[in-house]
């Protein structure tokens, strides 16, 4: 082994001390300059002079060393020599040195506050943790919510809302996006961006979780074949929570989760002790694909209910300041507002009693869901003149006849959500399907992953062809129009949702070239993920879906009101309460009618009149007419259809 040198040594040893930060290294810097100065002092000593004694010749090395306006005050050639040397010194080590540690230090300290590592002290505010393809119109969702924040502001005793996300890693282009994003803007100021996983116990405590009001974990997305998936991390910080919340002894917050395997519901459960309302995403999306392709023209009432923005959606109120007051009676006292139901406690929660009968009493504890186009429009106006009150009856759940026709799908593309949309398939017993699924994944990952999800696939024929639907020539070899129904899916497995929507635009462009000159047209429904491609294509014929934008929404409304969770879940799954389009000749309704006549007609029927859907769509190419005025005549047309709530 070869001796080390001395220099060696040294360096080593005062590399050790600069490492340990910025205190250590002004420490360094302070022994340099009192060296410095005890050589300079030691040097013009043996002159004599004005040196009293070597005390005096130190402390006149120290002011040339730290300031050199005193260079011109001395005398004789050595004197000025030493100085001179000891005011160059001072440029590298006093100044030179000393500014750069504490512009570092400075900086590294203005770093460490810019990646949001301080823990926030804040009380009652809405944490989201994770920064997705969702957060954004998440925060919108929440910021935008104005009735009900306020009502939950209320709740929770405080004045302002605040917002804290947690992310991987809080930059500068986070707060550049949040600025840029409709429905924020300069109320960015009231996001607060906090560095961390949802996985990492002293993150959730960055944020403060146990302090919040309400806690929201949107879904993120993992790569293909990864063992830790977005479920496995909702878990985690679950638990995480509940262990701070014990060791504390402290209250848990709400929750409000987003899975994607259903199935891990009791997860949850077990691993939240507290109040945690869970939607399934995966699941969540399928529901309303199927439903769309039962009752097509469905996306457009979901894109106006389930998303922001102009138009209606469900809004739910406590049953206290209403109470003894029938449906009927309520209805008739909001004439902008469509009364739906009402929910009341059960034994395993809320009971969902969507077209209850217009006699039906409501009690303080029980909640009011209604669909309007503002939250001010479900409170009592005494300016707005009540309507007649239109009596219902109690709904008949109608019989369905099993469905003897075939109902052929396709399926372009593959993503995580493919399994539950089987799923979803199967537990609609009365109707037949045939999907046939295009996509590069192997088939054999494609039929394993449907395997674990799907325990029973007797009731729908699925089939698995390896293609690209970019290829034209492959796409043509399917035979698109020879299908009933083609759903285009959003990727998953892309590294942005820009490209998985590129794709997915791309081979809907490709479809309608195809589709052009077939004399059969089938129903097209297409997945996009960037909330941004939405107008992309200005004209199209498809319906669209987007799903960070709908379950964005889902989860900030859920978080503000918890009982909306039951009430979507009765809307979009088999059975129970469902929307659907009738035909007007079913009805014995006049050639002229308006909005109020068509609720009567069809209160007799025991269903509910939420609105018309146009044949023909509008300047703004909508199709839909939900909660019109009352008094407004409808002027229908061949082919408009009645949007129509009933048991099914």
């Not at 001179?84 to 500014?99: H, K, R």
């Not at 994003?181 to 405590?205: F, M, N, V, W």
């Not at 959003?490 to 490709?510: H, N, T």
């Not at 229908?636 to 099914?648: M, S, Y």
Request: contains cysteine; negative net charge; aromatic residues 6%.
């Amino acid at each position: 082994m070869l001796p080390f040198r001395l220099i060696d040594r040294l360096k080593f040893i005062l590399e050790r001390q600069l490492v340990k930060g910025a205190g250590f290294q002004l420490l360094v810097v302070g022994v340099f300059i009192g060296l410095i100065s005890l050589v300079g002092g030691l040097l013009v000593v043996p002159q004599g002079g004005d040196f009293e004694d070597p005390g005096s010749a130190i402390w006149w090395a120290f002011l040339r060393l730290t300031d050199p306006g005193y260079l011109g005050d001395d005398v004789g050639t050595w004197q000025r020599f030493v100085s001179t040397l000891l005011t160059i010194s001072g440029y590298v080590v006093f100044m030179g040195t000393l500014v750069a540690i504490l512009t570092r230090w400075l900086i590294a300290k203005m770093a460490d506050l810019e990646r949001g590592l301080t823990p926030v002290t804040l009380k009652n505010h809405v944490v989201v943790l994770g920064w997705t393809s969702q957060t954004l119109p998440l925060l919108s969702e929440l910021l935008g919510s104005s009735g009900r924040m306020r009502r939950f502001l209320e709740k929770h005793a405080t004045q302002r809302l605040n917002l804290v996300v947690l992310s991987e890693e809080a930059s500068a282009t986070q707060v550049h996006e949040l600025r840029n994003e409709p429905g924020i803007g300069r109320r960015a100021r009231q996001i607060i961006l906090r560095s961390g996983s949802a996985i990492q116990p002293d993150a959730l405590h960055r944020v403060a979780c146990l302090d919040a009001a309400a806690v929201i974990v949107p879904s993120a997305t993992h790569e293909a074949g990864s063992l830790v998936t977005s479920d496995v991390e909702t878990v985690k910080a679950l638990l995480s929570i509940a262990a701070q919340a014990r060791y504390l002894q402290t209250s848990l917050p709400f929750v409000v989760a987003e899975i994607q395997d259903v199935r891990k519901l009791p997860v949850i459960e077990r691993a939240y002790p507290g109040a945690v309302e869970v939607v399934a995403g995966d699941a969540t999306i399928s529901r309303l694909m199927v439903q769309n392709i039962l009752h097509p023209g469905l996306s457009e009432i979901y894109n106006e209910l389930l998303t922001a923005g102009d138009g209606n959606e469900i809004y739910i109120r406590g049953g206290e300041s209403v109470a003894g007051l029938t449906l009927e009676e309520l209805a008739a006292a909001r004439p902008e507002v469509i009364v739906l139901g009402v929910l009341k406690h059960g034994v395993a929660g809320w009971e969902v009693c969507l077209l209850a009968p217009s006699d039906t009493r409501i009690d303080k504890e029980d909640r009011v869901v209604m669909m309007a186009r503002d939250y001010a429009e479900t409170e009592p106006d005494p300016k707005k003149p009540a309507i007649p009150a239109i009596a219902r009856p109690k709904a008949v759940r109608v019989a369905r006849p099993a469905d003897q026709k075939n109902h052929r799908v396709l399926v372009l593309g593959w993503n995580r959500r493919v399994p539950s949309l089987v799923a979803e398939f199967e537990s609609y017993g009365h109707r037949s399907f045939e999907l046939n699924l295009v996509s590069v994944v192997p088939k054999d990952e494609r039929e394993q992953a449907i395997a674990r999800y799907v325990e029973d696939r007797s009731r729908v024929a699925c089939s698995h062809i390896e293609a690209d639907y970019m290829v034209e020539g492959e796409l043509r070899r399917i035979q698109p129009a020879s299908y009933d129904t083609i759903i285009l899916l959003s990727s998953d497995r892309l590294a942005s949702g820009e490209e998985a929507d590129a794709r997915a635009m791309v081979g809907y462009l490709q479809l309608e070239d195809i589709l052009a000159d077939s004399p059969k047209r089938p129903q097209l429904i297409m997945e996009l993920s960037d909330p941004d491609n939405r107008h992309l294509l200005y004209g199209h014929r498809s319906e669209m879906l987007i799903s960070p934008m709908i379950l964005s929404h889902v989860l900030a409304q859920v978080a503000l009101r918890r009982e909306l969770r039951v009430v979507l879940d009765e809307l979009f799954t088999v059975g129970g309460a469902e929307i659907q389009f009738r035909d007007p000749r079913d009805y014995p309704l006049p050639a002229s009618v308006t909005f109020q006549l068509l609720e009567k007609s069809l209160a007799v029927e025991g269903e509910l009149a939420l609105g018309v859907y146009r044949n023909q769509p509008d300047d703004r190419g909508r199709h839909l007419q939900l909660n019109p005025p009352r008094k407004q005549y409808l002027e229908l047309q061949p082919g408009d259809r009645l949007v129509v709530l009933c048991l099914t």
